[in-house]
């Protein structure tokens, strides 16, 4: 009898256990009564490196660091510290978002002989490899970016840095690829690739850079 | 010595014309600047431009200020100038909200709003020039990169 009362109430503590631990977990992920609540997730990049996020408000802030690491954020109160989520979390989450992402950019560096709008020699085999990038995507944009090197005055490197931009544009259309699809542009000195001081000739600053994407 | 002072009165004046006409040129291409493109959509997805709504196809032009939205069957991917990479799930949305891209002239910014729903960043140029020139809105925290990818998702208030 004895045994019997003291069975029941064990039961009856592992019911109410159960139905506890229920009511938690809905209340964690679907109850519609939760108070709305963001989540934040730090991805690798399409390289596989994971850079850095911090998400903060007025009451705190959590720095993510590693990959699918996240912090979920109620309104009003101070990001929770940062846990790392399963690969199948993040794609029950953001399964179709990823799935809608662009594929990454590629990237194609034109160098320039000097004071001229020719292309060196290895370069111009480069205008090949543009093409078959732009025909690998549904739609694709290609930009193309002038940059010089320090040497002289700036207005007149922005100048020159469009004129071999402009000459990298008339191959690629002779090459095959729509007009429409090409958008030229130029940062002069503003942008370089190897850090000068003014005036300093740099070869592998007089580039034009084609993105495809 | 007369003819040569008008020789070099009209040279100013001709420079004062040409930097006139290349300062309007720039305030008028201004308004329709072009910040990116839709590359993949697929349900209902659209693009809201002031109040009008617009089927996202690829291809479609956007502007700053534009809104990405999804319907519960959309998906939506964008590429923006500076390589930026968006992408909302379904019943999502996010805001366009400030795009300047221009390192010529030391004029570069990105603030996205995530509304509602899931949404993916992966950085792009902007992040690498100037993180501090991100900006990732919830309701309810801001988030700084750098240079990453971020995947964000904001509940419905």
Redesign the interface.
Known sequence: MMRARAGFAALGVVCALVSGCARMARVAVDDPQRPPQDLAVILPDSDGSVGRATVSNASGATDLTEARAATRISRNQAPSAATVLTEAEVEREFGDALASLPPAPQWFTLHFQFESEDLTAESKALVTATLRAVKERPVPDVLVVGHTDTTGPAALNFQLALRRAQAVRTLLIAAGLAESAIAVASHGEAQLLIPTPDNTYEPRNRRVLITVR | MTNHRSTRFAVILSMTGFGVAFASMVVCAQPVQTIG????A?GNAFVLRGSTSIPAT??LALLETDRLKTGSDG?????L?D?T??????D?ETRLTHYRYA??E?AIALVLN?VRG???Y??GQIAK?SPDAVRLE????????????????????
């Open positions: 493109r839709v590359k993949i697929a690829p291809g998906r939506l991917g964008v590429s100038n390589d990479r968006i992408s909302i799930g379904p999502s390192p010529a030391g995530f899931a949404a993916v992966a950085s020039l919830t309701p309810a925290a801001i988030v700084g990169v750098r240079g990453t990818t971020v995947a964000v998702r904001v509940d419905p208030e």
